[in-house]
């Protein structure tokens, strides 16, 4: 989904770490917030000796009890909800509206699992040739959660409030460039009432990451990261026959078919495009547009960029902020004029603000073609790229055209046609006639180098347990 801080692994059993300490910088600024200091790998080994023996008692606490003490993180999170807003904002930038809502649904899952685990993870009886057999979904132990900034409090929560319904603990190394909304996190758990190493976050840097995954007492990982982060994770947790989970890189395809609502096609293309400041993994990035409405679609989506207003994310009028580091930026700008070097045509913007902080203009990019750096890779910024398509079949042929497998949405005023086109888009999941959103009631997850394994609903609660069999004879 994202670099996710350039995870990079040593094998060595003896790491060296890092003696500079991490730092928070304001990306509306560019200024530092503040330095934490790192965790050395001594005490991330004895943090995890605790948090492996809470879970030795949370793993027998009665599922009423786990559900208690989930509702109350729930209620600390909207209790606290303008804090930990401001948090978010100042450390990743995004607009403070867009913060508030994050708290909300981080609340939400909370509150979903709590009411739903129970029922989840109820035994399944499976009719055989016994006197009677079952499945039994039993927790595995702790946890580890590599995670991304850019949605720094939902990637988190919607792995721990289903990991430790069910029963497990949860490690987290975050993201380096917001360790105070790490450290937050943590208390919420805390404050809520959960044992107090239940949960535990480890201050350290992506290379530390090898060692953490070989202590026997971390018995699996999940990632929200790139597809490089994932792969160096999943190669070292396969060395140690760990289980992970793996929501990687996204380059959603939004196809918009000429029987579209044009108006409502392109007020949504701005908006999936912009939101978080396009940092996101299930992001439109590739807009696939038959060429019947090619033109009108540009002229409305033009339109509606060019009115985007920008500014401090903490102003209520600011729709969008700054990118959250500065090396993201500059990467987006490599791309984009990477893309145009090779006859992309600007529609609009197309270079970094000049202000402080790490503002790039909202960006229209249209002529695509698929060797385009906005087309083969991940863009993780305000880049709206246009393709122009013949047919629908071409539409979904240009759409299936891509290493990654995430996410999409499909425009049509033909709902059968647009599920029948729905199930030929190769993704975890497409969207007809609406924004693509994870929800905690759907799975959500993708294929390709957009990783393996499913979040949210009840498939991910079951991605951490141990399926038992049970039989009587």
């Not at 190394?173 to 996190?185: D, E, Q, R, Y």
């Not at 339109?303 to 209520?316: H, I, R, V």
């Not at 197309?350 to 087309?375: A, S, W």
Request: glycine content about 8%; hydrophobic content about 40%.
């Amino acid at each position: 989904m994202t670099t996710n801080d350039y995870i990079f692994f040593t094998f060595a059993k003896v790491i060296i770490q890092s003696k500079q300490p991490m730092k928070s910088i304001n990306p509306s600024t560019g200024k530092l917030i503040k330095e934490y200091k790192e965790h050395s790998l001594q005490e991330c080994d004895r943090i995890i000796d605790n948090v492996f023996d809470a879970w030795g008692l949370w793993k027998q606490t009665p599922m009423t009890e786990r559900k208690t003490l989930m509702f109350k993180a729930a209620r600390v999170l909207r209790d606290r909800k303008g804090e930990y807003a401001r948090l978010m904002t100042e450390e990743m930038g995004k607009v403070i509206a867009e913060s508030e809502a994050e708290i909300e649904k981080s609340a939400w899952v909370c509150n979903y699992y709590a009411e739903n685990a129970e029922k989840f993870l109820s035994d399944e009886i499976i009719e055989s040739d016994a006197r009677k057999s079952f499945v039994s979904f039993e927790p595995l132990g702790p946890v580890l959660a590599v995670m991304p900034w850019n949605f720094p409090f939902w990637q988190v929560f919607r792995f721990a409030a289903p990991a430790l319904m069910a029963g497990n603990a949860g490690v987290l190394k975050h993201a380096s460039n917001v360790p105070g909304c790490a450290l937050a996190i943590e208390a919420v758990f805390r404050e809520a009432g959960f044992p107090q190493h239940l949960f535990r976050t480890l201050l350290i840097p992506g290379k530390s990451v090898g060692h953490i995954l070989e202590n026997e007492k971390i018995v699996a990982a999940t990632l929200t990261g790139s597809e490089k982060a994932g792969s160096k994770v999943a190669s070292v947790a396969g060395k140690y026959l760990k289980k992970t989970v793996m929501e990687l890189g996204g380059s959603d395809p939004f196809i918009v078919l000429k029987d579209a609502d044009i108006q409502k096609c392109a007020q949504t293309a701005v908006v999936a495009r912009m939101l978080n400041t396009g940092q996101s993994c299930i992001a439109a990035k590739r807009f696939i547009v038959e060429e019947a409405i090619h033109d009108e679609f540009i002229g409305q989506v033009k339109q509606l960029m060019s009115g985007l207003k920008t500014g401090d994310p903490f102003n209520t009028e600011s729709q969008y902020g700054p990118l959250a580091r500065l090396d993201l930026l500059e990467e987006l700008d490599r791309q984009v004029h990477g893309s145009v070097m090779m006859g992309a045509r600007l529609e609009l913007g197309g270079k970094r603000l000049q202000r402080d902080g790490f503002y790039y203009e909202p960006t229209l990019l249209t002529n695509i073609i698929p060797d385009m750096p906005v087309f083969a890779e991940e863009t993780f910024g305000p880049a709206l790229a246009v393709i122009r398509v013949k047919s629908e079949k071409e539409a979904i042929e240009v759409a299936n055209n891509c290493q990654y497998g995430l996410g999409g949405c499909l425009w049509t005023n033909d709902i059968d046609k647009g599920i029948k086109l729905a199930r030929q888009v190769e993704s975890g999941a497409v969207f007809v006639n609406g924004m693509v959103k994870s929800d905690p009631r759907l799975p959500f997850g993708g294929i390709k180098r957009s990783g393996y394994g499913r979040e949210l609903s009840h498939y991910g609660i079951k991605e951490f347990v141990n399926f038992k069999t049970i039989v009587v004879e």
